[in-house]
């Protein structure tokens, strides 16, 4: 389907609305019917019907056409967080006695949703290497029922292979999950790869002004259908009307966006990349890259993040680059339309993360929308700047 078409008029049945370019705002709990049989009818389809807004609320609706279009998945479900997404989803899968096979270093929330919490309902997991299938492989038991990705992870970007996973688990009746937050659905769409279930952070770029926070999971009919009917429903995690009117708003721009940052992103990495003053450099679309290869071949953009270890012989050195930093402002989160640094050594001695496993001197960075030569030339500075 074509691109133009999704984001501009997919799902929106204008007539039923007065002809409104913009898609109202259903700010209603409930729904009433004509007679108590267009009641029993609508209930028989929730997912589809309004009956209740924790169900189907109109908006809503639209937007999931949109964005089950944009993943080339058959359906799709919008939450009330990224983490909302991955937990209903993963939830979703799993019963007692199960085990869980999940890539090292997964999103923080998505760590503690295996260590702290399913763990609790006797879920077990193993995290593996995902950059060799070798390890996945040998991380099978007899009791594993899901494989979760993260390609790229959003720190240090290591990737899976998709098609294998796939190939691998679909032998193994295994259930696929991915979390696509990194490449948005612009730039990866992993159900064309075998993935069965694609989740997002839309707070990042699908919503894209840093002014919301939502979740999507994408998947096939079956699937979000079971999905809606149990975990959905009963976890209750919904996005508000306002929200997803909101995000219908961000879709009309995401090719914008998408192709901005990617460009912005691959001009900022190779200003830098030769710079005297860096011990590392993340980047997956960057040549030396291990995975360089297989990057290319699964995303057809790298967007807005890069992650840098830079020559710095004290926290506080650190502290100074990133103080220097004027238009890279110092902040969780991404995929918005300012460009923002995340420094490890903000964990340091955190209670809530504990130090974390990356080195003090790694910083996250993420392009935003301001012209690329600004961003180019604040990041040179503080870098020449370093003793
Ligand atoms: C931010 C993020 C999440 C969680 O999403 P929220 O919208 O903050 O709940 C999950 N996965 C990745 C990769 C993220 O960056």
Known sequence: MDLSHILNHLGEDRENYKFAVSPPIFQTSNFTFRDIEHMRRSLEDE?????????????????????????????????????????????????????????DKPYSWTNKLLVNLLNRFNV?????????????????QENTSLLYLESPNSLTFELQDLKACAKFAKANDLVTIIDNSYCSPYFQNPIEFGIDIVVHSATKFIAGHSDLVAGVICGSKEKIREIFQGEYM????????HDAALMIRSLRTLPLRMERIAHSTELVVKAISHHNKIAKLHYPFQPNNDQYDLARSQMTGAPGLFSLEIEASSISQVEAFCHRLKTFLPACSWGGHESLIFP?????????????????????????????????????SSLDQLS
Not at 91 to 97: A, E, F, L, T
Not at 234 to 241: D, F, P, R, V
Request: net charge neutral.
């Open 124 to 140: 077990a997991y193993t995290f593996v290497d995902g950059t060799s299938m070798e390890a996945i492989k040998a991380a099978k």
């Open 47 to 103: 997912l589809n019907n309004p009956f209740y807004s924790r169900g189907c609320n109109p908006t809503v609706a639209i937007l999931r056409k949109k964005i089950a279009a944009l993943e080339k998945a058959e359906d799709a479900l919008v939450l009330a967080s990224g983490s909302a997404a991955v937990s209903t989803a993963v939830i979703s899968q799993v019963k007692s006695g199960d085990h869980i096979i999940c890539v």
């Open 234 to 241: 009963t976890l209750g995690g919904i996005i508000s009307a």
């Open 344 to 380: 490890m050594c903000v964990l340091h001695n955190s209670q809530n993360y504990g130090s974390g496993t990356l080195p003090w001197n790694f910083i996250r960075f993420y392009v935003g929308l301001e012209e690329a030569q600004i961003l180019i030339d604040d990041l040179v």
